[in-house]
């Protein structure tokens, strides 16, 4: 029987740097992940992707406010420049893929716009943490502070300072059945983009969009666990999770335990603007009877899946 494994795409891995925010660019690099799923597959894994959207929301949120700006155009809400970008970002991967798999047989991949449930009382709407869009200089920085004295930025991990929004945690994903009816249909899956659309429940139970970025790779674990997923692996830039990183006694993990990597979490290793949302996302999968996680780069893939390399983190 096939294993399933749940892999996480971060936006960052689509959006490399400022240079590169084009579609054009978009399109070289989705070529790429393609690639890298076409070498799983190989491997005879059933696969769901989710991907992350930090850079491209913010544009398209910053697209939306110049337009409003500049011409007068009604204001994108935030939570619809979410789903513009599930639809954009699934299109883009959807489309690499099947030109691929058309070549290699009758698997085919196909993208779910998928709303994730919140609570509307979850603190981060008040205390919001999530980086979305371009970085900008100090200088930048401090001069749409003036322009816009209701935002809040945060230095992003030395790469400069980005704008924040609500970020609340993920507690439902919505189309979950239906992603797993299309699993079993032998589809490979796009799903929960972005970390998907935040949506609450109204007292009469019906779905309301809000204004949040729901972090992808917290979605993605709570995916995994709905789907009854084998493996979960999330990309990132590293191709092992360190600890006392950037320091003379760095050290890469290889494989670990949730206890230890637990330990290490509550020791502070982990930064919570970049790997520490990696790990609480691990350790949740793990925790709720998932198999193993997998931390790496995107293109070392293939080869942690057979246990070469990445950060592995398996049940005690």
């Not at 850079?55 to 500049?70: F, N, S």
């Not at 698997?107 to 998928?114: C, S, Y």
């Not at 209701?150 to 609500?166: K, L, M, N, P, Q």
Request: aromatic share 4%.
């Amino acid at each position: 029987m096939k294993q399933l494994v749940v892999v996480a795409i971060g936006g960052n891995s689509i959006i490399k740097d400022n240079a590169s925010q084009s579609v054009e660019h978009q399109q070289i690099a989705v070529k790429e992940v393609a690639e890298t799923v076409l070498e799983m597959l190989s491997s005879d894994y059933d696969i769901v992707l989710t991907h992350g959207n930090g850079p491209q929301v913010g544009l398209d949120l910053r697209r939306a406010e110049i337009a409003h700006e500049k011409e007068g155009l009604p204001l994108t809400p935030l939570a619809n420049c979410v789903a513009d970008t599930q639809g954009g970002i699934g299109y883009l991967i959807q489309q690499a893929l099947n030109n691929r798999l058309g070549k290699c047989g009758d698997k085919k991949a196909v993208t779910v716009i998928t709303q994730v449930e919140v609570d509307k009382n979850d603190p981060n709407f008040t205390h919001p943490t999530k980086p979305i869009g371009a970085f900008f200089s100090a200088q930048q920085c401090e001069a749409l502070k003036v322009a816009h004295p209701d935002w809040r930025f945060v230095e992003d991990s030395g790469r400069g300072y980005r704008r924040v929004v609500a970020s609340p945690e993920p507690k439902r994903i919505v189309e979950a059945d239906a992603i797993s009816a299309l699993i079993k249909q032998g589809f490979v899956v796009i799903g929960a983009g972005g970390g998907g659309i935040p949506v609450v429940r109204s007292e009469q139970g019906d779905y309301q969009s809000v204004d949040a970025v729901i972090d992808k790779d917290l979605s993605t674990a709570l995916l995994a666990r709905e789907v009854n997923a084998d493996i979960l692996v999330i990309t990132t830039g590293v191709e092992k999770v360190c600890i006392h990183f950037g320091k003379p006694e760095q050290r890469a993990i290889d494989e670990v335990t949730v206890e230890q990597m637990a330990r290490f979490s509550e020791e502070g290793h982990f930064p919570p603007g970049s790997m520490l949302p990696k790990i609480t996302a691990s350790l949740a999968f793990l925790r709720n009877g998932g198999k193993r996680v997998i931390i790496t780069t995107p293109e070392k893939l293939p080869a942690a899946l057979r246990g070469e390399t990445g950060t592995h983190i398996v049940n005690d």
